[in-house]
């Protein structure tokens, strides 16, 4: 009996892609994020144990690092809730329905990812600020806004507002309005259905979304630098008083207080992960 | 529940998708909204379940139950409660067929709530109704589609709906299913005689389930009846040949009898024949044959199905028994005469208002 075929065995078996092109592409992403991500991240690591751990624990002990940190954490705090509510609502509004200034709503909505955070922190000490539109007004009943907590919180608010929306309006527009007609139809209140039919149907984005407004809004630098004022201890949030040590030339500091925001992050990207596969194995989402 | 439809119009823009329909729906009647895409039965169905409203001037009133005391409504809810089974089911995906079908239960308020005994009481029995209690666990998307359809369907019955309306409620579904399910639905309604509406595209569906077909077409309602009537004495072209297949024959009517070779004076008319309405000949006879080929024979099934060519390139379809078949001695490219036996002529669309 002949052959039907001569040959290599292997010429045949294996898959007809060229593995050639595909390593090296694959060769030149892992390079570039070795390059521009692995290793700063690791030298920020070795850099802050440098001095063993007495000297990388000092700085996080320190009250003004630790007051950075309070105010940080209170400024997340609030911007995260506010842009839950806000995010979850605008994005039902753009999902499902039509209406006048939907478009412009949604542009809004970006506006603070496309303008530099440098604008974003300008805007508030124009309208907040002693010389701004509200300035006067303010100072007279003894509110500070700008150089003070309440404007940091603004600003953080502002920059982290569009990280829910964004994640939840192609999640809602994708799962359309039939669900929720379904459930009025079935009896159940504009409450009722918002609660058991809308929300647990998007309720990976909406965990998404409020990971990654936390991680914007403990890692933000350019508009909170604009409104804070930098007073140590009273207005200078992490990010701030890294660059502060970083200023003073205390780089052991600087570093150990970044490996903070680092650990953030991996932290973020761990939770993300885990959220990816539960969402995967989970009834559909 | 009755239902009532009077003087149903509806636009969108600039597009009209329904115009001034009326439509009487009795006391535990199944009735087919029958269409083609976009012929706005979906529309239709929506407007009387509440989910849209229709244009100013008409109007969908609910009757009461004969026998029952008191007027009809002109909504949906205050008691007259509408289940409604969507095309893509709906089914809530974050929760399991139990929760489904015992959602409508525990969303109510007030007198009407049940306990949570009562509420698994219910819910276990239309999950026996629809023979899936062994699934009550289960996810939709660990289901089939016709799974996913009986659940929605018992999630809408859930409630004790006085009405229900279907949106193309198998169209989703490949054939045998879509068999099984149509039966087992008319079973259904037989045992439980709730007032039905359902949208389908599928003309088979709607003749074999339903009580009445109404059939609509670019808006406008065409004709209702029972689906005999509407087989068999359609009201129009278009009814007769989306209710089945129709001949096209283009001559003139003398004494009767369609001529195709002479009489040029008399008006040329359409003559509308179905398939068992040919008469296939092997010789010129008359005036009233048409010369065609036989370009393809079917023998499945319980006639034989014959595709013709005119010679001016009309395509017929004709069907015939099998005997007749034999007698004649019919082969595939055969050149024969066919001649339509029965026919109907319909008064050109621009006549009617």
């Given at each position: 009996m002949q052959p039907l075929s001569t040959g290599s065995s292997s010429s045949v078996a294996r898959?007809?892609?060229?593995t050639g092109p595909r390593r090296l592409l694959l060769g030149l992403a892992l390079g570039y994020l070795a390059l521009f991500l692995a290793l700063p991240v690791a030298f920020i690591f070795i850099q802050a144990l440098a001095g063993g751990w007495r000297a990388y624990l000092t700085p996080m002990s320190d009250p003004m690092a630790l007051a950075a940190i309070k105010l940080t954490l209170v400024a997340a705090a609030v911007a995260v809730p506010v842009n839950l509510v806000f995010g979850v609502a605008a994005a039902w509004c753009i999902a499902k329905f039509e209406f006048t200034g939907k478009t412009a709503l949604t542009a809004l909505i970006d506006l603070p990812l496309t303008i530099s955070p440098v604008i974003s922190g300008l805007l508030f000490v124009l309208i907040f600020?002693?010389?701004?539109?509200l300035g006067t007004w303010l100072s007279a009943r003894g509110i500070?806004?700008?150089?003070a907590a309440p404007g940091i919180v603004l600003a953080t608010v502002f920059v982290t507002l569009p990280f829910v929306a964004r994640e939840l309006i192609p999640l809602m527009a994708e799962r359309g309005k039939d669900d929720e007609e379904a459930a009025l139809l079935l009896g159940a209140s504009g409450w009722q259905t918002f609660w058991r039919v809308t929300l647990p149907g998007v309720k990976w984005g909406v965990f998404y979304g409020g990971v990654l407004s936390a991680a914007r809004a403990v890692g933000e630098f350019g508009a909170v630098s604009m409104v804070?004022?930098?007073?140590?201890?009273?207005?200078?949030?992490l990010t701030l008083h890294i660059e502060t040590l970083y200023n003073e030339y205390n780089m052991t500091a600087a570093f150990a207080v970044s490996s903070l925001l680092l650990l953030l992050a991996l932290a973020t990207l761990a939770v993300q992960t885990l959220m990816n596969r539960a969402e995967s194995g989970a009834a559909g989402g | 529940m009755s239902i009532e439809i009077k003087g149903i119009s509806k636009s969108f823009g600039g597009f009209?998708?329904?115009?001034d329909i009326s439509l009487s729906v009795a006391t535990g009647e199944l009735v087919a909204l029958l269409?083609?895409?976009?012929?706005g039965k979906t529309t239709l169905l929506r407007i009387i379940a509440g989910l849209e409203e229709p244009d100013r001037g008409g109007s969908v009133r609910f009757g009461p139950a004969p026998g029952a005391a008191g007027p009809g409504t002109n909504s949906a809810d205050g008691g007259h409660q509408i289940g409604f089974v969507f095309q893509h089911y709906a089914?809530?995906?974050?929760?399991t067929i139990f929760e489904n079908v015992a959602f409508g239960l525990r969303v109510r308020r007030g007198s009407g709530r049940l306990g949570e005994a009562a509420i698994k009481e219910k819910v276990m029995a239309l999950l026996r109704l629809i023979q899936m209690e062994m699934l009550a666990?289960?996810?939709?998307?660990?289901?089939?589609g016709g799974q996913r359809q009986r659940v929605a369907l018992a999630r809408a019955l859930a409630v004790e709906p006085r009405a229900l309306l279907l949106d193309?409620?198998?169209?989703?579904?490949d054939a045998q299913v879509r068999q099984e399910l149509r039966r087992w639905l008319r079973r259904l309604h037989e045992e439980l005689k709730i007032t039905t509406l359902f949208v389908t595209h599928d003309q088979e569906e709607a003749l074999e389930l339903a009580d009445r077909v109404a059939v609509i077409n670019a808006g406008k309602l065409e004709q209702v009846g029972s689906p005999a009537e509407v087989f068999?004495?359609?009201?129009?072209e278009f009814v007769m040949n989306f209710v089945g297949k129709v001949n096209l024959f283009q001559g003139r009517l003398v004494q009767g009898q369609p001529v195709f070779?002479?009489?040029?004076?008399a008006p040329l008319l359409r003559f509308c024949a179905r398939a068992h309405e040919l008469e296939i000949e092997t010789r010129h006879n008359g005036g009233s044959t048409l010369p065609a080929r036989i370009a393809r024979m079917l023998d499945t099934g319980a006639q034989v199905k014959m595709e013709l060519r005119g010679r001016e390139g009309q395509a017929w379809h004709a069907e015939l028994s099998h005997d007749r078949c034999r007698e004649l001695g019919l082969r595939d490219g055969q050149e024969i005469w066919v001649r339509p036996r029965q026919f109907r002529i319909f008064p050109p669309r621009e006549a009617r208002a």
């Open positions: 898959a007809r892609v060229n600020g002693l010389q701004g539109w500070s806004i700008i150089f804070s004022g930098h007073i140590r201890g009273r207005t200078n949030t | 009209t998708a329904l115009k269409g083609p895409s976009g012929c089914l809530f995906r974050h929760m666990q289960r996810y939709p998307h660990q289901l089939s193309e409620p198998f169209g989703a579904l068999n004495d359609p009201a129009s070779d002479c009489c040029a004076d």
